[in-house]
């Protein structure tokens, strides 16, 4: 089974506005989570409810902030995965090519981020389904499974 593919990373509009999405819902997380913390304040049967809402909101925060870093950083430039699985970076700005190691990765909705190693460089990649044809997503989801399983054949 052959994992070859090439995704375009960097922000687009659609990414863009993904972001802005998730601060809006962020930003109603944390009035719904001040809300539960005054009326638990008030009666102590809503206690455990609030402290939910707030850590699901640290969680939400700690998402939208790794999108937006990874947006404002601008590793822009070209993620190549070869047959065997072996990754390569090419930035755009025509830097060549190295090796890379993904480290961790989120895929949801038509997003993925992928913060990878090349030496001792941290990459933080940012892509959308927009950014390539179906193939290369289905590839590029293949590919965070195999690595997901320990890079297994």
Do not use: H
């Not at 190693?117 to 195999?146: E, I, K, P, T």
């Amino acid at each position: 089974m052959s994992l070859a593919f090439d995704l375009q990373t960097g922000p687009t509009p659609r990414l863009r506005k993904a972001v802005l999405g998730l601060y809006l819902f962020a930003a109603g997380s944390a009035a719904a989570s001040i809300v539960l913390v005054y009326r638990s304040l008030q009666s102590p049967a809503t206690t455990a409810l609030a402290a939910s809402a707030l850590a699901a909101f640290a969680l939400l925060a700690g998402l939208a902030w790794s999108f937006v870093r990874s947006l404002r950083r601008g590793d822009r430039g070209t993620l190549s995965v070869g047959p065997d699985g072996a990754a390569t970076w090419k930035s755009a700005s025509g830097t060549g090519e190295s090796d890379v190691n993904a480290v961790r990765w989120c895929s949801v909705a038509g997003l993925a981020w992928i913060e990878a190693r090349s030496g001792s460089r941290r990459l933080l990649l940012l892509s959308g389904r927009d950014r390539c044809g179906d193939r290369d997503w289905a590839q590029l989801a293949r590919w965070l499974r195999w690595l997901e399983r320990g890079r297994e054949s």
